[in-house]
């Protein structure tokens, strides 16, 4: 069990570290202006319309990193720096966005299963910490309010495992659809792929950090 939490410590400086490395990343490829002088809304607008994709609409977000593709709403959220910006960083996440937008369109096999899990996960968000915490007390007592407790966790942690194939397969569809387009020159495609490369560490790191906590209530469920 000691191990088991010594690994969550380490995969958590981890996480902060790819954290940090992605919006240093961010910052440097955000002066890696574009030749074309297209805007991260142009660039998402474009993509949208080359995959025959006309009932989804690119707003404008508050916040930094907040970007994201709502699929009820069907809208591409960018945020500010992203939907005003003309450089690699702002064409990477525009097209990785737009990524998720085809996917839904295409019924993306990954994309369905996550957003089946969304309801599961969002009612395991609310109950799994408080019967984990009072499973953790009482686990010689009553171990069933621990175990229902993981049985929730481990929903969550399903859907971060499936989150990796769909943020994935949307950074490759971004980054075809730029170089196939020849929306961005070859330095500017180089500064694209690092960044969502980044980004997508964020993902695996998530991942293996829930999948090492639900060990870790494992192990006190099974050494109870």
Known sequence: MSGSFLLIIAIGLAGMWVQSTLKNKFKKYAHLHLKNGLSGREIAEKMLIDNHIYDVKVVSVNGQLTDHYNPKKKTVNLSEAVYNERNAAA????????????QHAVSYQWLNLRSSLVPVVGISSK????????GIFTVNSFPALLLVGILLFAATVVFSVITLPVEYDASNRALAWLEENNMVTTQELAGSKDALKWAARTYVVAALSSIVTLV???????SR
Do not use: D, P
């Open 216 to 222: 870790y209530y494992l192990n006190i469920y099974n």
């Open 127 to 134: 109950f799994a910490s408080f019967l984990l915490i009072a």
């Open 91 to 102: 064409a990477a996440v525009a097209a990785h966005e737009c990524g998720h937008a085809v």
